[in-house]
């Protein structure tokens, strides 16, 4: 079964500076990846998602991720954070080859912008 | 706006006292799910519709049903809530069931157990 791993449970950073948050899914023929974001109190959000193509997707709010299938990655970054980024952020991975539908999700990241 | 929304935002209930869920969504999608998010833990499945269709994850406890009268609207039911079911609950929807879909979540339910 697949499984999605966030290294940091938390990642404190200053404002302006790069964030990189790390994501590694067991291995798979293929997956679909994506990044969700959860501010306080509320759902989640959707950032990004690589379903084929180019490995580096880029999302709203600034974030990107690259899909690397040899280290079986999709590491998060933004160049420059603001405060508006503390939140909760999650990796998740589907398997198009199950035959089903469900998205397993990481952990969770708390992201600390901090002025 | 085309939306997901989630009431009570907040609800407490009494432990062994059968309590309701409501979501509902404005953007016409065909499947509608419900998770259970514990604190500081991920999203856990725990049951989807795809159109009428009910699909119960296997690990979720028989104590939590659902219903879904209408496209518009899904019911999660926790008939006798225990301690443990004290959690945010997420409402989502996608516009057809594939593992390349976009989820779109409701604001959650917080529940709280007494």
């Known amino acids: 079964a697949q499984s999605v791993t966030q290294l940091d449970s938390q990642v404190p950073v200053f404002e302006e500076a790069p964030v990189e948050l790390r994501c590694n899914y067991s291995?798979?023929?293929?997956?679909?990846l994506f990044w969700y974001v959860q501010y306080p109190n509320q759902g989640l959000q959707l950032l990004l998602k690589?379903?084929?193509?180019?490995?580096l997707v880029k999302g709203i709010n600034g974030f990107e991720a690259e899909f690397n299938r040899s280290q079986t990655s999709f590491h998060l970054r933004k160049p420059s954070v603001h405060i508006s980024d503390t939140a909760e952020y999650f990796c998740?991975?589907?398997?198009?080859?199950?035959?089903?539908?469900?998205?397993?999700f990481g952990a969770g990241t708390r992201l600390f912008v901090k002025a | 706006d085309a939306m997901v929304i989630q009431n009570p935002r907040y609800q407490v209930t009494q432990f062994g006292k059968p309590v309701t869920l409501s979501c509902s969504q404005t953007?016409?999608?065909?499947?509608m799910y419900w998770y259970q998010q514990k604190s500081s833990q991920a999203p856990k499945l725990l049951f989807h519709?795809?159109?009428?269709?009910?699909?119960n994850e296997a690990d979720t406890p028989d104590n939590f049903q659902s219903r879904r009268p209408n496209t518009s609207f899904c019911f999660l039911d926790i008939r006798s809530p225990g301690l443990g079911d004290a959690a945010m609950y997420l409402c989502?929807?996608?516009?057809?069931?594939?593992?390349?879909?976009?989820?779109?979540f409701g604001p959650g339910t917080r529940l709280l157990v007494l």
């Open positions: 989502a929807t996608s516009r057809v069931r594939g593992t390349q879909e976009t989820q779109y």
């Open positions: 291995s798979s023929v293929s997956v679909y």
């Open positions: 953007l016409n999608h065909n499947v």
């Open positions: 519709y795809y159109d009428k269709d009910f699909n």
């Open positions: 998740a991975v589907s398997d198009p080859n199950t035959g089903g539908f469900k998205t397993i």
């Open positions: 690589y379903l084929s193509g180019s490995t």
